[in-house]
């Protein structure tokens, strides 16, 4: 269905943006509605295009992690920089280096697509994959271990270490500001959970304003994060196998986990019906920030956040002949998510909602919420 466009190109057109630094053209990303297929006409919710980004959502706490440890004195001018990551910090840590003068070691594992290690190459980054997964901790834990090597053996070497730093909390108290200029109100933030840095650093920044904003955490199945047992995982970005300190337990009111299907099929039908897609963890967004859209009463104002866009995902996400190897393709999602009463009472393998929020590790009792009415 083509629309009629409302009206002239351009007549509202911001001021072209002109910077002299790239690190100058991150953040103040877009925001775009999102109905149909995900939500009936009239209901939808605000995706906050955060691939819009020169790298993608980390390009924030990329930057703000290396100018906060160099003011601190903790990375010395001109010394390496080193950290575990799936790519999207990745490349914001490349654009930190390239922007504060550091050479950048990422640590990651055989799952980094072909196309973000030769991104990373080709903007000065040394890329270490790992070969094995840790037996416990999974592939993440073995990236650790070999972060760990690499401090051991390179004098000043400084990891930015994503899942414990409060400043990649705090990297997006921006991206809160971003908007409440642009939608004033919001009711329900709908956000994917890594290492746990933005759900925790959007929700903290917009309940000074928006004390009732309800948060709600999408997880991969197979990951440990919210409770469930390690499984080995194809979604990358979203969900891990370690337990992130920056996880802000306390500040969800709910979770879902997403299998892969789900969210390959939230990405296609958001590239076919909106142009603008992503990779596992907007899929995954989408499915759920849609199901809020139906769900909860008319009126209620939703945003979700795009970590990033469809690009690297292009030879898995969106090809065919991979997804059909791994049997991602032909499986609408239902209309309802499971529900279980407590993270932990059975495994999930598919779309699954849960009221209990906790720390599987029990880090901080007091944080433990109930989900409050809809
Ligand atoms: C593409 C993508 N989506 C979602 C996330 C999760 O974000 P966070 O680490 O802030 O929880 C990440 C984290 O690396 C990511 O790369």
């Given at each position: 269905m083509h629309l009629p466009l409302l009206e002239p190109l351009g007549a509202h057109a911001p001021l072209p943006v002109i910077a002299r630094r790239p690190a100058q053209l991150v953040g103040n990303t877009p925001v775009l509605w999102i109905d149909e297929p995900f939500a009936p006409p009239g209901r939808g919710f605000y995706a906050k295009l955060e691939g819009a980004n020169l790298g993608g959502i980390k390009d924030r706490p990329g930057l703000h992690m290396v100018c906060a440890a160099r003011r601190r004195g903790d990375l010395a001018p001109g010394a390496p920089i080193v950290e575990s990551s799936s790519g999207t910090l990745g490349l914001g840590l490349a654009l930190a280096a390239l922007t504060y003068g550091h050479p950048v070691t990422v640590v990651t594992d055989p799952g980094m697509e072909p196309s973000v290690v030769r991104l990373l190459a080709a903007l000065g980054a040394r890329v270490d994959q790992v070969t094995a997964p840790h037996p416990e901790g999974g592939w993440q834990e073995a990236r650790r271990e070999r972060v760990a090597e690499w401090l051991t053996r390179t004098p000043g070497a400084y990891c930015t270490d994503q899942y414990r730093n409060p400043d990649n909390v705090a990297a997006y108290r921006p991206l809160a500001a971003e908007l409440l200029a642009q939608?004033?109100?919001?009711?329900v933030l709908v956000a994917a959970v890594g290492t746990g840095g933005h759900s925790a650093g959007v929700t903290a920044a917009l309940r000074a304003s928006l004390p009732e904003l309800r948060l709600i955490g999408v997880d991969s199945v197979g990951s440990t994060i919210f409770g469930q047992p390690a499984a080995p995982r194809l979604m990358r970005g979203l969900g891990s196998s370690i337990h992130p300190e920056n996880v802000d337990y306390g500040a969800f009111a709910e979770v879902h986990w997403v299998a892969p299907a789900e969210a390959v099929w939230a990405c296609r039908r958001l590239a076919r019906r909106h142009y603008a897609s992503g990779g596992w963890s907007v899929g995954a967004v989408a499915l759920v920030a849609g199901w809020v859209a139906r769900t909860f009463p008319v009126g209620t104002r939703i945003v979700a956040v795009f970590?990033?866009?469809p690009h690297r995902y292009l030879e898995t996400v969106y090809n065919d002949a991979w997804c059909r190897e791994h049997r991602l393709l032909g499986r609408q999602p239902s209309e309802e998510p499971d529900e279980i009463a407590e993270p932990g009472t059975s495994v999930v393998t598919r779309w699954t909602r849960c009221g209990q929020v906790r720390d599987p590790l029990g880090r901080d009792l007091a944080k433990v919420t109930k989900a409050g009415p809809r």
């Open positions: 939608l004033g109100r919001i009711d970590p990033d866009g």
